[in-house]
């Protein structure tokens, strides 16, 4: 068995000796692996519950068109999520494009004039940065007299809760918590840290809204933000939560009056949660948060596989080998660009879709700096599936994440390390 194993995986051009070290460092992490899988089918029952509970039937799995009012199917798919993250509502659409949206309908549709969003854990994702008014742009928060604060994490990680107690002021309406770094240095925070600074601020301002940039962190621990206080979670549907299958959308769900305003703003005043076609998508969105459990445990075993690899030939990985993970995002710093390139041509090599192309380092709008992309995606930019990206300068960090399932997530890291090994760039 093993032996033809090895046979597949030479056919598609790996050397015996990487093979052997890769087997090598899998054999160690099946232990991690069964905690992982463990999660894994608590978050599996805990999805099927909520179907069963929604009474998901056939007809939900057809769409509407037009208004799409009376979409039983969309309905039925937002109760199903209201109840996997145990909140009052939930706002689920394609009409939201993706993660940053959701983040600013969400933002949007719950601040007015002279509110203020505070940031706890220090910068917020790029994207942000420019619907906030952070970084100029058109149309921006700032340009309808909303203000924002960001306090940073102590260096340790931990909260700077005298600097956020200091921030707190009349007109603070949503603290913004980011669960994952993203590309920031930062770690990630686990739900319980995130339950910590909500009753935190919830003591020195009960009304305040805590919402939850939940990106990457869904299914990765039993509970969610939304567990432990948060009054809105939100996230994109290219990753975790659509499980590979939804082509589109993000979600919000949390308390029922911040929903609701989030929906005005995303349709309009007066229309809401009412309307919005969903044009046949309510299938992939159930299917693919039914798989989406299980989908985010082989990412996160993909992950682990790696930072395993790449530190046992020493280099530094983010988190390391052995911390527990709060995110399914990985960081291998390889302080030189051929060794970035050579990591992103084996991801890419590795893909189901577009293998036979090669990556290269291209001038991204919004960047200060080359950026090379690894992605042989079903879904064009789904970062569930397996995928690579760097910003070609110093430290030469290749961040990587997804893979739908753990044995293409393995396959593609020992493809990277083979065209490493190919390129003779470190001593084998
Ligand atoms: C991906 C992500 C977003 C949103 O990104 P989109 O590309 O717009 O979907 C926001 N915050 C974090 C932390 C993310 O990882």
Redesign the pocket.
Same mark, same amino acid.
């Given at each position: 068995m093993e032996d033809r194993l090895k046979d597949y995986y030479m056919s598609l051009g790996i050397d015996e000796k990487v093979y052997d070290y890769c087997s090598k460092v899998e054999e160690k992490l099946l232990s991690r692996f069964r905690e992982i899988d463990k999660t894994a089918e608590k978050n599996q029952i805990k999805v099927i519950k909520a179907m069963q509970e929604a009474r998901l039937a056939e007809h939900h799995l057809y769409g509407s068109t037009g208004y799409g009012y009376n979409d039983d199917g969309r309905d039925a798919v937002e109760k199903i999520y209201a109840a996997v993250f145990h909140t009052e509502d939930a706002l689920v659409r394609q009409q939201i494009i @993706?993660? #940053?949206?959701a /983040?600013t309908v969400a933002l949007a549709g719950n601040l007015r004039p002279g509110d203020e969003i505070l940031s706890v854990a220090g910068k917020v !994702?790029d #994207? /942000?940065e420019g619907v906030i008014g952070v970084r100029k742009e058109k149309g921006s928060l700032a340009e309808y007299g909303i203000t924002f604060q960001q306090v940073d994490l102590r260096p340790d990680g931990s909260w700077d809760y005298e600097g956020i107690r200091n921030a707190i002021n009349a007109h603070t309406k949503i603290i913004e918590i980011?669960r994952?770094k993203?590309y920031d240095v930062r770690p990630t925070l686990s739900v319980a840290m995130i339950g910590d600074i909500i009753t935190f601020v919830k003591s020195i301002k009960p009304d305040v809204i805590c919402m939850v940039?939940n @990106? !990457?962190g869904e299914f990765v621990e039993e509970q969610e933000p939304s567990d432990v206080g948060a009054d809105l979670v939100v996230g994109?549907l290219i990753?975790n939560p659509g499980g590979g299958l939804a082509p589109i959308g993000g979600y919000i769900c949390g308390r029922k009056e911040y929903v609701e305003q989030a929906a005005y703003r995303l349709t309009t005043p007066g229309i809401g949660k009412e309307a919005g076609a969903s044009l046949g998508v309510s299938r992939q969105f159930a299917q693919g948060l039914f798989l989406a459990p299980n989908v985010t445990a082989s990412a996160l075993k993909g992950a682990i596989f790696a930072s395993n690899i790449y530190e046992g030939l020493g280099f530094k990985t983010v988190p390391d080998a052995k911390v527990e993970r709060h995110d399914i995002i990985q960081a291998v710093e390889f302080g030189r660009p051929e060794l970035v390139q050579a990591f992103c041509e084996g991801i890419q090599a590795a893909a189901p879709v577009d293998s036979f192309v090669t990556p290269e380092p291209w001038a991204m709008p919004g960047y200060d700096s080359e950026v090379i992309m690894a992605a042989g995606a079903f879904i064009s930019g789904s970062?569930i599936e397996l995928s690579a990206d760097a910003p070609m300068k110093e430290p030469y960090a290749v961040y990587f994440q997804g893979g739908l399932t753990y044995p293409h997530a393995k396959f593609g890291i020992m493809m990277s390390l083979q065209k490493i090994v190919e390129k003779k760039l470190i001593l084998w």
């Amino acid at each position: 068995m093993e032996d033809r194993l090895k046979d597949y995986y030479m056919s598609l051009g790996i050397d015996e000796k990487v093979y052997d070290y890769c087997s090598k460092v899998e054999e160690k992490l099946l232990s991690r692996f069964r905690e992982i899988d463990k999660t894994a089918e608590k978050n599996q029952i805990k999805v099927i519950k909520a179907m069963q509970e929604a009474r998901l039937a056939e007809h939900h799995l057809y769409g509407s068109t037009g208004y799409g009012y009376n979409d039983d199917g969309r309905d039925a798919v937002e109760k199903i999520y209201a109840a996997v993250f145990h909140t009052e509502d939930a706002l689920v659409r394609q009409q939201i494009i @993706c993660g #940053t949206h959701a /983040l600013t309908v969400a933002l949007a549709g719950n601040l007015r004039p002279g509110d203020e969003i505070l940031s706890v854990a220090g910068k917020v !994702y790029d #994207t /942000l940065e420019g619907v906030i008014g952070v970084r100029k742009e058109k149309g921006s928060l700032a340009e309808y007299g909303i203000t924002f604060q960001q306090v940073d994490l102590r260096p340790d990680g931990s909260w700077d809760y005298e600097g956020i107690r200091n921030a707190i002021n009349a007109h603070t309406k949503i603290i913004e918590i980011q669960r994952s770094k993203g590309y920031d240095v930062r770690p990630t925070l686990s739900v319980a840290m995130i339950g910590d600074i909500i009753t935190f601020v919830k003591s020195i301002k009960p009304d305040v809204i805590c919402m939850v940039d939940n @990106c !990457y962190g869904e299914f990765v621990e039993e509970q969610e933000p939304s567990d432990v206080g948060a009054d809105l979670v939100v996230g994109s549907l290219i990753k975790n939560p659509g499980g590979g299958l939804a082509p589109i959308g993000g979600y919000i769900c949390g308390r029922k009056e911040y929903v609701e305003q989030a929906a005005y703003r995303l349709t309009t005043p007066g229309i809401g949660k009412e309307a919005g076609a969903s044009l046949g998508v309510s299938r992939q969105f159930a299917q693919g948060l039914f798989l989406a459990p299980n989908v985010t445990a082989s990412a996160l075993k993909g992950a682990i596989f790696a930072s395993n690899i790449y530190e046992g030939l020493g280099f530094k990985t983010v988190p390391d080998a052995k911390v527990e993970r709060h995110d399914i995002i990985q960081a291998v710093e390889f302080g030189r660009p051929e060794l970035v390139q050579a990591f992103c041509e084996g991801i890419q090599a590795a893909a189901p879709v577009d293998s036979f192309v090669t990556p290269e380092p291209w001038a991204m709008p919004g960047y200060d700096s080359e950026v090379i992309m690894a992605a042989g995606a079903f879904i064009s930019g789904s970062s569930i599936e397996l995928s690579a990206d760097a910003p070609m300068k110093e430290p030469y960090a290749v961040y990587f994440q997804g893979g739908l399932t753990y044995p293409h997530a393995k396959f593609g890291i020992m493809m990277s390390l083979q065209k490493i090994v190919e390129k003779k760039l470190i001593l084998w």
